[in-house]
Structures are given as structure tokens and as C-alpha cells.
T-cell receptor, first 115, second 110 residues
Framework: DVKVTQSSRYLVKRTGEKVFLECVQD?????MFWYRQDPGLGLRLIYF???????EKGDIPEGYSVSREKKERFSLILESASTNQTSMYLC??????????????FGQGTRLTVV | GQQVMQIPQYQHVQEGEDFTTYCNSS?????IQWYKQRPGGHPVFLIQ?????EVKKQKRLTFQFGEAKKNSSLHITATQTTDVGTYFC??????????FGTGTRLKVLA
């Protein structure tokens, strides 16, 4: 059974703190993604990685960075958390397929509240 | 940038009624996927459509991909309470990038 695991289900952090969200997949997938989910806005892509140490900006990368030192782990970093980063964060992975014909597997999500 | 819009944003139906959500892209898509997110859960893959005009069925669910590959729909016949959740389309553009729609939240009243 495939598995994408996010380190925390709920997180409360203070404004200005550096926040790390961790995601681990056990499927040997090349591609990993970080999304944030907000009501009425759907899933918006923050960053994605198509290989170890490789990363590309998504649609809303401002205020975030990522790290992919190992294939199975993709970390999202909030350099200095702000209240407008309060959201549900979803990690996803999928295997490499050059025609995009593969489904994405999602983690259970991390609900981050910045106070 | 590329956008994928879904309508309606919310839909409340009586159990047994039909439901349809529509997905529209600003650009031509190589393929489209549909996901379902149960309340409190995470998105789970339902199906993928690849060909222009393609229609696929999964029991009470019917998925269509438009001829121009810029729109898609999901139709549920005779909704049940187990259909409750948010339905997302995801347009595939290029090799890596999934552009998710804004989602349609379905509530089924028993």
C-alpha cells in the first residue's frame, strides 16, 4: 500500500518563526509536490521537485523554500511565518512519467496556524 | 498563468438527485485527472482522461473530456451520502505540472 506521510497533522506557530514541514514517501517516486489548500482557491502549487536536489517554483513560492536531499523526503520551509500562511498544506508524490499519465498520491495534510 | 476553474463552488443536493461539476482550462491540456477529497481527508485519485471527447464511467460516475481538451465534467447519477466531499479536476500541462481546479464541494442531504 502506497504511503505519503506528513510529519504533523496540526501545527501552531508564532509569527516570525521558521517552520519546517516534512513529507516522506515510501514509493520511490521521483516527483514530489507541496500544495496549500484554502477555501474557494483549491490546491495551489508552492514548489515541486522532480529529482533529488532539484526543485522548481510553483505558482505561489513567495515566503517558502524547499529541500530535497534524499529521494524519499521533501521538506517545505517557511522562512519567517506570517499569519497569511495559515492554511492546510498537502504533500504529494508521483512516479516519473514523461507523458504525465500517473496519479498523484497525497499525504494526510498539515493544518498550520500562525498566530 | 494557466488557470483551471471549476463550477459550481458548492452544491447541495437531496439524496437521489443528480450532480454535475464542470472544469474549464484557459489552455489546452494534455490530459485531465479527477480527485475526491472526503471531509477531513486528503485528495484521492478517481480517474484520468487522455483523448479528446473521451467518456469514462465508474458505476454512478461519468467523466467527460471536451473535444478541444480544455474542459471536462463529472456527473454523478442518483447521489448517495457517501458521495459527500470536494471534487477536484487537475489539468496536466507539460511533464510535471498539475494545475488543480478550485474544487466543487458537494453536500448530500438525506
Amino acid at each position: 500500500d502506497v504511503k505519503v506521510t506528513q510529519s504533523s497533522r496540526y501545527l501552531v506557530k508564532r509569527t516570525g518563526e521558521k517552520v519546517f514541514l516534512e513529507c516522506v514517501q515510501d514509493m520511490d517516486h521521483e516527483n514530489m509536490f507541496w500544495y496549500r489548500q484554502d477555501p474557494g482557491l483549491g490546491l495551489r502549487l508552492i514548489y515541486f521537485s522532480y529529482d533529488v536536489k532539484m526543485k522548481e517554483k510553483g505558482d505561489i513560492p513567495e515566503g517558502y523554500s524547499v529541500s530535497r536531499e534524499k529521494k524519499e523526503r521533501f521538506s517545505l520551509i517557511l522562512e519567517s511565518a506570517s499569519t497569511n500562511q495559515t492554511s492546510m498544506y498537502l504533500c504529494a508524490s508521483r512516479p516519473r512519467n514523461y507523458r504525465g499519465n500517473t496519479e498523484a498520491f497525497f499525504g494526510q495534510g498539515t493544518r498550520l496556524t500562525v498566530v | 498563468g494557466q488557470q483551471v476553474m471549476q463550477i459550481p463552488q458548492y452544491q447541495h443536493v437531496q439524496e437521489g438527485e443528480d450532480f454535475t461539476t464542470y472544469c474549464n482550462s484557459s489552455t489546452t491540456l494534455s490530459n485531465i485527472q479527477w480527485y475526491k477529497q472526503r471531509p477531513g481527508g486528503h485528495p484521492v485519485f478517481l480517474i484520468q482522461l487522455v483523448k479528446s471527447g473521451e467518456v469514462k464511467k465508474q458505476k454512478r460516475l461519468t467523466f467527460q473530456f471536451g473535444e478541444a481538451k480544455k474542459n471536462s465534467s463529472l456527473h454523478i447519477t442518483a447521489t448517495q451520502t457517501t458521495d459527500v466531499g470536494t471534487y477536484f479536476c487537475a489539468g496536466i500541462s507539460g511533464t510535471y505540472k498539475y494545475i488543480f481546479g478550485t474544487g466543487t464541494r458537494l453536500k448530500v442531504l438525506a
